[in-house]
């Protein structure tokens, strides 16, 4: 609540009789020719000034905003609300409950932890794709769904009902993001203080990097980790930099042929080429207006993926346009348009704004693109995607052991994969009654080119095909990033009409599915009527989850993924998602492609990446003529002409009316009653966070790191997914091992994220990605180490860790660039800490996982400018030393400390490392050992 108005901003709005308190920017000098995501920073602070966290200065500093400066000044950001999907979610509901226990063991009231800004999460994470290719499946993966997490849910239930301003929205409703585009933002928010209805910018962090799609509709919000989340909850501003600001300027239409997803992953490889890491990016231009509020929240949601914090759009008609239709009242339009208008945030494409650099694509000049093998910013154009697809391949698969190759240099494997012999419809999951037989591939020769190993399988159910390197295994329609899309969505139903009425199917090693970002998408396949092309080409409804894009993909079925890991194939993976990192998407695929919905169902047509679309024919109609990819493609009038008639107001009010009921499932659920939680000690998914154990009103000194070892060294752009424990994992893994001497049998593991209530799995699963690459072994992937407490011999992670903890031997991690990338895992920085990793030394690092270091009290270093573990020398064997840190004690923080590498021969290194606590309010949370316990502290003492 502020309690300061230095410049006389708060005011009064009338809009239709109603009046609004607001505070107005035209009191700043310096507002008008402010970018769009500055003025709602600039509100902000004037609506939360105090004098002392947000102050007169840090108000002029950002009028007089200088675009051309590096960022050197603090501000505190309170944002509106926060958003949350249940693998982020539940560790989060876990804190507040085991924070609410330990307010009281300081003396302090429990019932003051409960969201002091609105907090809403979606359940979206959890289902996996176990069955698919027929019209049960939705049904079936649901009942699993339940099975599995139904321990984690009703926890979930108890605290919608302990927690206010606490709201779930159940399993089966949609994917968070689409949900909170089309139902939870406000874009304006209102609230009653004091007697007033204030209004004011829709600000909405989330624990889910993608959060960012909201910036589509003139949201500014971004992906925090789940600690930032709950402290943004309790009341606590994020301390931030006043960034720079990328003006990208739109021109032109989108071609005939391209799509959204082309557009997203063209801008997506123009801004990791500029670079925009902590920076914002803001459409801006004449082209704007032209880009349906649909394209605008496509292309907000892949911010991550360029790096940048946020990627806005202004408010204008499209979005007044697109919240009418989403079924928002008219009172709340019509406060949407004025207050934009009032204060001066209405999009007006001849007001010259001031922007840090400069970007500008004309969308005439978008061509149909796909991205992969293993990063979304490595874009190929679709007629380079054959060409791509071979030179890669040599990355991941061996030539054949004589090192001969036969047949013509022209032939593909998808001419030795006749569609005229594939099944007329999908196989299903490996329990759905058998389609006719399918006879093996004959005469196949292996490809020129690449590598080849065809290798023939027969399935239970009569289907007989050979695999070869490059099969498409997967090809899923998922993700919030096209889900959202109507004219992404129904092209690919445009598609699979096409193709089936020439007679196409897919291939039938194809693991086909549709995750839809929420009930409304099934409407409008249902009107349109394309949802049956789409289930005759294998694409049924699954689920309405992250899925695939998430690493939920579900196994491939048995006989298919024995033989590619007996036969060690490199099989490839094709969604229309966002993310597409090494061994995310399912343990048996090696490569991974991200392409829009219509692309995914010309893939899972293909049943192969080794194709050439605009060459080769998918197969033949009924006469015998080839079909091409031309002639399928949807016509975009067409497209057009169907969402103009298939989509309605009526579609978004009937299903977001119920949204928070759920289903039978849900409401069947015991809901645990109580304000503090019942903790099971013999659950093995919910478990009392051990954050705050043995904490105590002031916190210990800091004190510099003496004798630490190296737990990993690694490589450039380490990942979240890397770092932090992610889908499945086997029985001889420290998880696993966990679980079975706690009497789980190997069918009910789940994933870790179903687990991430109980930091005893997740320890266990940091850092124990399959693909990662720990440089302090030779030749090995995977959650390995050397344990130097045992001579240096190879053990897992976890257990190495355990050793050193005995021992009392503090541990740092070594990094190379981009350390740190993708989502906002909370788990990773979590796991990095609970492990007994003291700080991590890096070339950089990524904002969102070098915030979660600090809340979680590890210390992020950077190596001198132009160094690195390899120009210094650094093997990974030495003992480390680090000192210098000390200065916190002092109130001050210090730019650089002193690191002292000794090797095993008493020979040392030494070097300043440069200190990423930014801001005084992360030095803050690093004195207390964590934001939660900075926190924690606050409330107790106040």
């Given at each position: 609540?502020?309690?300061?108005?230095?410049?006389?901003?708060?005011?009064?709005?009338?809009?239709?009789?109603?009046?609004?308190?607001?505070?107005?920017?035209?009191?700043?000098?310096?507002?008008?020719?402010?970018?769009?995501?500055?003025?709602?920073?600039?509100?902000?602070?004037?609506?939360?000034?105090?004098?002392?966290?947000?102050?007169?200065?840090?108000?002029?500093?950002?009028?007089s905003w200088d675009e051309n400066a590096q960022?050197?000044?603090?501000?505190?950001?309170?944002?509106?609300?926060?958003?949350?999907?249940?693998?982020?979610?539940?560790?989060?509901?876990?804190?507040?409950?085991?924070?609410?226990?330990?307010?009281?063991?300081?003396?302090?009231?429990?019932?003051?932890?409960?969201?002091?800004?609105?907090?809403?999460?979606?359940?979206?994470?959890?289902?996996?794709?176990?069955?698919?290719?027929?019209?049960?499946?939705?049904?079936?993966?649901?009942d699993i769904e339940y099975q599995r997490n139904?321990?984690?849910?009703?926890?979930?239930?108890?605290?919608?009902?302990?927690?206010?301003?606490?709201?779930?929205?159940?399993?089966?409703?949609?994917?968070?993001?689409?949900?909170?585009?089309?139902?939870?933002?406000?874009?304006?928010?209102?609230?009653?203080?004091?007697?007033?209805?204030?209004?004011?910018?829709?600000?909405?962090?989330?624990?889910?990097?993608?959060?960012?799609?909201?910036?589509?509709?003139?949201?500014?919000?971004?992906?925090?980790?789940?600690?930032?989340?709950?402290?943004?909850?309790?009341?606590?501003?994020?301390?931030?930099?006043?960034?720079?600001?990328?003006?990208?300027?739109?021109?032109?239409?989108?071609?005939?042929?391209?799509?959204?997803?082309?557009?997203?992953?063209?801008?997506?490889?123009?801004?990791?080429?500029?670079?925009?890491?902590?920076?914002?990016?803001?459409?801006?231009?004449?082209?704007?207006?032209?880009?349906?509020?649909?394209?605008?929240?496509?292309?907000?949601?892949?911010?991550?993926?360029?790096?940048?914090?946020?990627?806005?759009?202004?408010?204008?008609?499209?979005?007044?346009?697109?919240?009418?239709?989403?079924?928002?009242?008219?009172?709340?339009?019509?406060?949407?348009?004025?207050?934009?208008?009032?204060?001066?945030?209405?999009?007006?494409?001849?007001?010259?704004?001031?922007?840090?650099?400069?970007?500008?694509?004309?969308?005439?000049?978008?061509?149909?693109?796909?991205?992969?093998?293993?990063?979304?910013?490595?874009?190929?154009?679709?007629?380079?995607?054959?060409?791509?697809?071979?030179?890669?391949?040599?990355?991941?698969?061996?030539?054949?052991?004589?090192?001969?190759?036969?047949?013509?240099?022209?032939?593909?494997?998808?001419?030795?994969?006749?569609?005229?012999?594939?099944?007329?419809?999908?196989?299903?999951?490996?329990?759905?009654?058998?389609?006719?037989?399918?006879?093996?591939?004959?005469?196949?020769?292996?490809?020129?080119?690449?590598?080849?190993?065809?290798?023939?399988?027969?399935?239970?159910?009569?289907?007989?095909?050979?695999?070869?390197?490059?099969?498409?295994?997967?090809?899923?329609?998922?993700?919030?990033?096209?889900?959202?899309?109507?004219?992404?969505?129904?092209?690919?139903?445009?598609?699979?009409?096409?193709?089936?009425?020439?007679?196409?199917?897919?291939?039938?090693?194809?693991?086909?599915?549709?995750?839809?970002?929420?009930?409304?998408?099934?409407?409008?396949?249902?009107?349109?009527?394309?949802?049956?092309?789409?289930?005759?080409?294998?694409?049924?409804?699954?689920?309405?989850?992250?899925?695939?894009?998430?690493?939920?993909?579900?196994?491939?079925?048995?006989?298919?993924?024995?033989?590619?890991?007996?036969?060690?194939?490199?099989?490839?993976?094709?969604?229309?998602?966002?993310?597409?990192?090494?061994?995310?998407?399912?343990?048996?695929?090696?490569?991974?492609?991200?392409?829009?919905?219509?692309?995914?169902?010309?893939?899972?047509?293909?049943?192969?990446?080794?194709?050439?679309?605009?060459?080769?024919?998918?197969?033949?109609?009924?006469?015998?003529?080839?079909?091409?990819?031309?002639?399928?493609?949807?016509?975009?009038?067409?497209?057009?002409?169907?969402?103009?008639?298939?989509?309605?107001?009526?579609?978004?009010?009937?299903?977001?009316?119920?949204?928070?009921?759920?289903?039978?499932?849900?409401?069947?659920?015991?809901?645990?009653?109580?304000?503090?939680?019942?903790?099971?000690?013999?659950?093995?998914?919910?478990?009392?966070?051990?954050?705050?154990?043995?904490?105590?009103?002031?916190?210990?000194?800091?004190?510099?790191?003496?004798?630490?070892?190296?737990?990993?060294?690694?490589?450039?752009?380490?990942?979240?997914?890397?770092?932090?424990?992610?889908?499945?994992?086997?029985?001889?893994?420290?998880?696993?091992?966990?679980?079975?001497?706690?009497?789980?049998?190997?069918?009910?593991?789940?994933?870790?994220?179903?687990?991430?209530?109980?930091?005893?799995?997740?320890?266990?699963?940091?850092?124990?990605?399959?693909?990662?690459?720990?440089?302090?072994?030779?030749?090995?992937?995977?959650?390995?180490?050397?344990?130097?407490?045992?001579?240096?011999?190879?053990?897992?992670?976890?257990?190495?860790?355990?050793?050193?903890?005995?021992?009392?031997?503090?541990?740092?991690?070594?990094?190379?660039?981009?350390?740190?990338?993708?989502?906002?895992?909370?788990?990773?920085?979590?796991?990095?800490?609970?492990?007994?990793?003291?700080?991590?030394?890096?070339?950089?690092?990524?904002?969102?996982?070098?915030?979660?270091?600090?809340?979680?009290?590890?210390?992020?270093?950077?190596?001198?400018?132009?160094?690195?573990?390899?120009?210094?020398?650094?093997?990974?064997?030495?003992?480390?030393?680090?000192?210098?840190?000390?200065?916190?004690?002092?109130?001050?923080?210090?730019?650089t400390v002193k690191v002292t590498a000794t090797?095993?021969?008493?020979?040392?290194?030494?070097?300043?490392?440069?200190?990423?606590?930014?801001?005084?309010?992360?030095?803050?949370?690093?004195?207390?050992?964590?934001?939660?316990?900075?926190?924690?502290?606050?409330?107790?003492?106040?």
């Amino acid at each position: 609540m502020s309690t300061v108005d230095s410049f006389g901003a708060k005011g009064v709005l009338n809009v239709n009789g109603a009046d609004y308190e607001i505070y107005r920017l035209n009191k700043v000098e310096g507002y008008e020719s402010l970018p769009y995501s500055l003025k709602v920073l600039l509100e902000n602070l004037l609506r939360t000034e105090d004098g002392a966290n947000v102050t007169a200065d840090h108000i002029k500093a950002l009028g007089s905003w200088d675009e051309n400066a590096q960022p050197d000044t603090e501000i505190q950001f309170t944002p509106g609300r926060v958003l949350m999907q249940d693998f982020t979610g539940v560790p989060c509901v876990v804190d507040l409950a085991t924070m609410r226990e330990a307010v009281a063991d300081l003396g302090g009231d429990p019932s003051t932890i409960n969201p002091l800004a609105p907090a809403e999460m979606v359940i979206d994470h959890s289902v996996q794709i176990d069955s698919f290719g027929n019209s049960d499946a939705i049904e079936r993966n649901m009942d699993i769904e339940y099975q599995r997490n139904g321990e984690r849910y009703k926890f979930l239930r108890w605290g919608q009902t302990a927690f206010n301003d606490f709201k779930v929205v159940p399993p089966g409703m949609g994917i968070v993001h689409q949900v909170n585009i089309e139902s939870l933002a406000r874009v304006v928010m209102t609230r009653e203080v004091e007697g007033s209805l204030r209004a004011y910018p829709d600000t909405c962090v989330g624990t889910d990097s993608h959060t960012t799609m909201e910036n589509g509709l003139g949201v500014l919000g971004w992906g925090v980790g789940g600690i930032e989340a709950e402290a943004a909850m309790l009341g606590q501003p994020i301390s931030m930099l006043i960034p720079r600001v990328v003006g990208f300027k739109l021109s032109g239409e989108i071609p005939a042929g391209a799509t959204a997803t082309d557009v997203v992953l063209t801008i997506t490889q123009m801004l990791r080429e500029h670079g925009v890491v902590g920076k914002f990016v803001e459409f801006y231009g004449e082209g704007v207006a032209e880009v349906p509020l649909a394209n605008r929240a496509t292309i907000g949601n892949m911010s991550p993926e360029f790096g940048s914090t946020a990627a806005m759009f202004p408010i204008d008609d499209v979005t007044i346009d697109y919240l009418r239709l989403t079924g928002r009242t008219e009172e709340q339009l019509a406060l949407v348009e004025a207050y934009a208008k009032e204060q001066g945030m209405w999009h007006d494409p001849s007001r010259e704004l001031r922007f840090s650099e400069h970007l500008e694509l004309d969308l005439s000049t978008v061509v149909p693109s796909i991205s992969g093998p293993k990063r979304p910013q490595d874009r190929i154009e679709l007629t380079d995607a054959k060409e791509q697809f071979r030179k890669d391949i040599h990355n991941y698969a061996q030539d054949t052991s004589d090192g001969s190759v036969n047949g013509d240099l022209d032939e593909s494997v998808a001419e030795t994969f006749p569609a005229s012999d594939a099944p007329s419809s999908t196989p299903g999951d490996s329990q759905s009654a058998a389609d006719k037989p399918r006879p093996m591939d004959a005469g196949a020769e292996p490809v020129v080119g690449r590598p080849s190993k065809q290798v023939p399988v027969k399935m239970p159910d009569g289907r007989e095909f050979t695999l070869d390197h490059g099969a498409v295994s997967i090809a899923s329609i998922t993700s919030c990033t096209n889900t959202s899309n109507p004219n992404v969505m129904l092209a690919a139903g445009v598609l699979a009409r096409n193709a089936v009425e020439k007679g196409l199917v897919q291939k039938p090693w194809v693991k086909t599915s549709i995750a839809p970002g929420s009930k409304v998408v099934t409407d409008y396949y249902e009107k349109s009527g394309l949802i049956e092309y789409l289930e005759k080409v294998g694409f049924f409804v699954v689920g309405y989850g992250c899925t695939t894009c998430i690493g939920n993909s579900g196994p491939l079925e048995e006989e298919i993924s024995k033989t590619v890991q007996e036969e060690d194939l490199a099989v490839t993976s094709v969604l229309s998602g966002n993310r597409n990192f090494e061994g995310r998407i399912n343990p048996d695929v090696k490569m991974n492609y991200l392409a829009s919905p219509p692309l995914v169902v010309a893939y899972a047509l293909a049943g192969t990446m080794d194709f050439d679309f605009e060459n080769e024919p998918l197969g033949q109609d009924s006469a015998g003529n080839d079909v091409y990819l031309k002639d399928i493609w949807p016509d975009p009038t067409e497209v057009q002409k169907i969402i103009e008639e298939s989509i309605d107001t009526e579609m978004f009010t009937s299903k977001y009316s119920t949204i928070f009921d759920g289903d039978h499932r849900w409401q069947e659920l015991d809901t645990p009653e109580g304000s503090t939680f019942a903790w099971d000690e013999g659950s093995t998914y919910v478990r009392k966070a051990p954050y705050f154990d043995g904490m105590e009103l002031e916190p210990q000194p800091v004190e510099d790191i003496e004798g630490a070892r190296v737990l990993l060294k690694l490589g450039d752009s380490v990942t979240t997914d890397h770092i932090s424990p992610a889908g499945s994992f086997k029985s001889d893994t420290p998880a696993g091992r966990y679980l079975l001497e706690n009497g789980v049998e190997r069918k009910d593991f789940n994933s870790y994220g179903s687990r991430r209530g109980n930091h005893e799995v997740m320890i266990r699963g940091t850092f124990a990605n399959i693909r990662i690459k720990n440089e302090l072994l030779d030749g090995v992937e995977g959650g390995f180490t050397r344990d130097f407490t045992k001579g240096g011999e190879q053990a897992y992670v976890y257990d190495a860790a355990q050793n050193y903890a005995a021992e009392g031997t503090p541990l740092v991690v070594l990094g190379g660039k981009e350390y740190g990338s993708g989502s906002s895992r909370d788990w990773a920085a979590k796991g990095t800490r609970l492990l007994g990793v003291k700080a991590v030394i890096t070339e950089s690092f990524e904002r969102i996982h070098r915030s979660n270091l600090i809340g979680m009290g590890v210390l992020p270093l950077q190596f001198p400018e132009g160094e690195n573990a390899e120009t210094l020398g650094l093997t990974g064997f030495e003992t480390f030393s680090i000192s210098g840190i000390t200065k916190l004690n002092e109130g001050e923080t210090p730019k650089t400390v002193k690191v002292t590498a000794t090797g095993e021969d008493g020979k040392s290194v030494e070097f300043d490392a440069v200190v990423r606590i930014d801001t005084p309010g992360e030095a803050n949370y690093y004195r207390n050992g964590g934001i939660l316990q900075y926190v924690l502290r606050s409330l107790v003492k106040s």
